[in-house]
């Protein structure tokens, strides 16, 4: 019976995929793929694998060769659009302008999930602002990822010197001057005259509609507001700043 580097192989010659396109496809390493292929490990841990055989529509075991790959198996077949789960540190925008500096994991209240593949600096964001309504409303989750470099027209969080908490905002770039623009028009684009550190580049964002429309979960509701999760603290506080608008 054929061992996994052999069954990897002919796979990855059925697709046509590369090991560097089946690590971003799956968010494997490339070097961890690349000694699956090429033999230099026939035990790599589950984690690993299973991203692999869910991409090819196989299971473990055939991926393995513990099992022969299925008779009826159509040559080629594959999950495009397969993407694997990563969980990211929703972090303050305080948090944020040392992220990952001095940023540690007893400091995080809570993560949110992502589909995208990201670097291991990459983290979460929630507006907690109109700056960007009404494209990212109050309440949006931002995904930033530090390992982009940003170019211009780019969605950016940023921490200008003098700050104590980062921006979110769009970059223009002309020439050596850069400037940030909001999306909502009440307020003003403005040229950067002080020193700056780009945190990340946006590269996914997740609102929510009808928050008030949704089934209420008494059980939360029926807690004290200490004992009440992350994620609905920061609710109420939405809530009670649009009470105030």
Request: overall charge negative; charged content about 25%.
């Amino acid at each position: 019976m054929q061992n996994l580097s052999a069954i990897l192989r002919i796979l990855m010659n059925e697709v046509k995929i590369t090991v560097t396109e089946l690590a971003r496809q799956t968010g494997i390493g490339q070097p961890v793929i690349h000694r699956m292929a090429s033999g230099e490990t026939d035990n790599p841990k589950v984690g690993s694998l299973s991203p692999i055989a869910k991409f090819f529509n196989v299971n473990i075991s055939q991926l393995v060769g513990d099992e022969p790959l299925p008779a009826n198996r159509v040559i080629g077949s594959h999950n495009p659009y397969y993407r694997t789960w990563y969980q990211l540190p929703l972090l303050s925008w305080e948090q944020a302008a040392t992220h990952p500096e001095r940023a540690t994991p007893s400091e995080v209240a809570c993560h949110v999930s992502t589909e995208a593949t990201v670097s291991p600096k990459a983290f979460a964001l929630r507006m907690e602002d109109t700056t960007m309504a009404p494209r990212y409303p109050l309440g949006t989750l931002i995904v930033v990822e530090p390992a982009l470099t940003a170019q211009d027209k780019d969605f950016v969080a940023i921490l200008v010197e003098g700050d104590n908490k980062i921006q979110f905002k769009q970059i223009l770039m002309d020439g050596n001057d850069i400037y940030l623009k909001p999306y909502n028009n009440d307020f003003e684009t403005k040229r950067v005259t002080q020193p700056y550190q780009i945190k990340g580049v946006m590269i996914q964002s997740l609102t929510e509609y009808h928050q008030d429309r949704r089934p209420v979960n008494t059980e939360e509701e029926n807690l004290l507001p200490e004992q009440r999760s992350p994620v609905k603290k920061k609710r109420d506080q939405f809530a009670m700043h649009d009470d105030e608008v």
